[in-house]
């Protein structure tokens, strides 16, 4: 079982990026995918998430309008685009799959409840 995630890198402030989270291996369904951001030295943080069960996306706090996540069931891939980039937003950011856990909307679930992750995709905002 595997996460790719990829499209990270050096951006200025105010640029864009896209993020890519490829899904491989998996013998069951998942039941949410979920982009989180850790800065280092603090907690992960949910950017967004999307439920299996009904496709629909949800948004950590202070996180939409600038995050935008989409998916691609035909490729097993999700994506994060990401504009206006601060530098405040430089983080490694991770995509992550809860297969043995199931809840009505994937905002209920917390970090530990995703059980497969990505090693994860470096951003950095800097001029």
């Known amino acids: 079982v595997q996460l790719q995630a990829s499209g990270g890198g050096l951006v200025q402030p105010g640029g864009s990026l896209r993020l890519s989270c490829t899904a491989s291996?998996?013998?069951?369904?998942?039941?949410?995918i979920g982009w989180f951001r850790e800065v280092t030295g603090k907690d992960r943080d949910m950017v967004s998430c999307?439920?299996?069960?009904?496709?629909?996306?949800y948004y950590g706090e202070n996180m939409k309008g600038r995050f935008t996540m989409s998916s691609d069931n035909a490729k097993n891939s999700t994506y994060l685009q990401v504009k206006s980039l601060k530098p405040e937003d430089t983080a490694r950011y991770y995509c992550?799959?809860?297969?043995?856990?199931?809840?009505?909307?994937?905002?209920?679930?917390?970090?530990?409840?995703?059980?497969?992750w990505g090693q994860g995709t470096l951003v950095t905002v800097s001029s």
């Open positions: 992550a799959a809860a297969t043995n856990v199931e809840h009505p909307i994937c905002t209920w679930y917390a970090f530990y409840d995703y059980d497969y």
């Open positions: 291996g998996f013998t069951e369904p998942y039941h949410a």
């Open positions: 999307i439920s299996s069960k009904d496709g629909r996306i």
